[in-house]
């Protein structure tokens, strides 16, 4: 039996400013139905061109660098893990399935997981898929021995595979894996530790593997230029069936006046997040444009550590002055929903009795004046002018400010680049020094990192906000397999958060994209994820 121990694995905190640059740096996307109906046409599918709105990443399975954007577009089409999200479906949270494990167990212990390994899968370059394939990459990612480990890749994979300690071989198709405390979302993790072919990776090297990539995915790597374009191909032997399109290109269009004039032009069929303004001209054109709800939340951080924040009533008087539904219907053109509580609607912690804050100026007022605030004050907050998941940053931090100044709460609005504030907030700091940051982030597509976002003594900025009772909750959930036990502490957490108002609630967005009227077969599931598999491109 192969035994693999590394006691250094347990350094899972200090990776998590690399993690949590990858995470904000996510990209918004959303749920719904299908585009258009699955039937119909022969093998030949087509090639889907995609108009993405930041750089593309680096396709070497984890290190990416492109946020949930680039994963979802490239390294889950190349790649996958023991586990991935279903994403066939459009009318609730997308769950964990089996994808290279068809089964798990866990032990007594709640650290002891025996993944029984999906036989018969082959990677794109041949090489059949086993427990030491399993082995090679965990060694790749959490082994500072292996002749394949960089410290860019351990920084990576910490985020998801920090926690594990030991991992053996029990036989060609089962592997144990052992987590230093027990951890619930073992599984969803999982779904991020993506593997790759190790007679690739042998063959090239740890430092060229990114130019020549090779996973089990439905999409085979072509050829990339850097950072702006890469062109993927079908993979006929995947083992869940070959998908329909011929070619899948990913182009990174950041601009988005760029990325709707190439849908008119025919320089791509599908596009991320469109302008909401360019909206009701390209349905005019017959595009079609997909939304759904999902794991998104759009806020202000306050610093809850600083007067005049560091009083409840004085957050909730903010929470009450911010007009929602104009600014998800006359601003965002419905691409987005009014969120009236911390839990983002697209996910099983959202519960509607908890949508608190509508507007209400009155009620607004009458809590400053009983702060100690009669006339306001005067505050400020930084805000991105673009980046992942930002939606359009400016024009909404300017729309709250309009709402709040109606209170007599006076917000200056101090503009950086998403990696400047990112980069700061890793540090535990606030680009350009203001009491409060714009941006949007991810509650539960990655369970690991809900204790950094609300959790006490987190090693990023976070506001200073610290709940001892939401510590608790978050703890027992995190180390609970249980779903719907793991469920019910986190919607208890979540209420908490709504109650002590640590941040403005803004918007939940509905991940839009537009797609010519030739693209076919695609289900927009909850997820910042997509599955491209049923998609066609009709000639």
């Known amino acids: 039996m192969t035994h693999h121990h590394h006691p250094h694995l347990s350094r899972r905190r200090a990776g998590l400013s690399a993690v949590l640059l990858l995470s904000l740096a996510v990209s918004g996307c959303g749920t719904g139905t299908a585009a258009d109906d699955t039937s119909g046409g022969g093998r030949s599918g087509g090639t889907l061109v995609i108009g993405a709105t930041g750089k593309l990443p680096n396709p070497d399975t984890v290190i990416g660098g492109a946020g949930f954007e680039g994963k979802r577009l490239v390294s889950f089409q190349i790649y996958e893990g023991l586990t991935r999200y279903d994403l066939s479906r459009g009318d609730g949270p997308s769950e964990i399935t089996g994808a290279l494990a068809t089964s798990w167990k866990v032990a007594q212990d709640r650290r002891t997981w025996t993944f029984t390994l999906r036989k018969g899968v082959k990677f794109q370059d041949g090489t059949g898929f086993d427990a ?110 070959a998908p329909r399109l011929e070619k899948l290109v990913v182009k990174a269009l950041p601009d988005a006046a760029a990325r709707t004039a190439a849908l008119r032009s025919g320089e791509v069929n599908w596009i991320e997040y469109p302008n909401p303004d360019d909206i009701p001209g390209l349905k005019a054109d017959g595009a079609k444009v997909v939304t ?31 007009d929602r539904e104009a600014i ?28 608190v804050y509508t507007h209400d100026p009155a009620k607004a007022r009458r809590l400053l004046a009983e702060a100690g605030y009669p006339k306001g004050f005067s505050t400020s907050v930084t805000v991105p002018t673009g980046g992942s998941g930002n939606l359009v940053p400016v024009p909404i931090a300017e729309a709250v400010q309009r709402d709040l100044a109606a209170v007599g709460i006076k917000a200056e609005i101090r503009t950086t680049d998403w990696s400047t504030l990112i980069g700061a907030e890793a540090k535990g700091e606030v680009a350009r020094g203001s009491q409060a940051i714009a941006q949007s982030t991810t509650l539960f597509q990655s369970e690991a990192l809900l204790p950094l976002f609300i959790g006490t003594g987190s090693p990023f900025w976070t506001g200073h906000y610290s709940n001892p009772r939401v510590d608790k909750l978050l703890a027992s959930a995190g180390a609970e397999a249980d779903r719907a036990a793991r469920e019910a502490d986190y919607t208890r957490a979540l209420k908490l958060v709504t109650e002590d108002a640590p941040w403005l609630f803004v918007v939940n967005d509905r991940n839009p994209r537009a797609l010519s009227p030739k693209v076919r077969g695609f289900v927009q599931p909850q997820s910042w994820f997509i599955d491209l598999t049923t998609v066609r491109v009709d000639s």
Do not use: M
């Not at 007067?307 to 903010?318: F, L, T, Y």
């Open 292 to 322: 759904n709800s999902y794991d998104h939340l759009w806020y202000w951080i306050l610093d809850t550590a600083a007067k005049p924040w560091d009083d409840p009533r004085v957050r909730r008087a903010a929470n009450y002055a911010v």
């Open 328 to 355: 998800a219907e006359n601003l965002l053109h419905g691409t987005a929903d009014p969120a009236h509580q911390a839990a983002p609607r697209g996910t099983f912690a959202y519960d509607k009795s908890q949508d």
């Open 132 to 241: 030491d394939a399993v082995l090679f990459n965990l060694d790749r990612y959490l082994d500072k021995d292996s002749p394949q480990y960089t410290d860019a890749l351990g920084a990576a994979a910490s985020e998801y595979a920090g926690d594990i300690t030991s991992y053996s071989k029990l036989g060609e198709d089962k592997v144990r894996l052992v987590t230093r405390t027990p951890n619930g979302h073992f599984p969803q993790d999982l779904a991020h530790v993506l593997i790759a072919s190790p007679t690739a990776v042998r063959k090239t090297g740890t430092e060229k593997f990114s130019e020549h990539p090779v996973g089990t995915g439905p999409f085979r790597f072509v050829r990339q230029q850097t950072g702006e374009q890469i062109e993927l191909a079908r993979f006929d032997g995947y083992w869940r069936g």
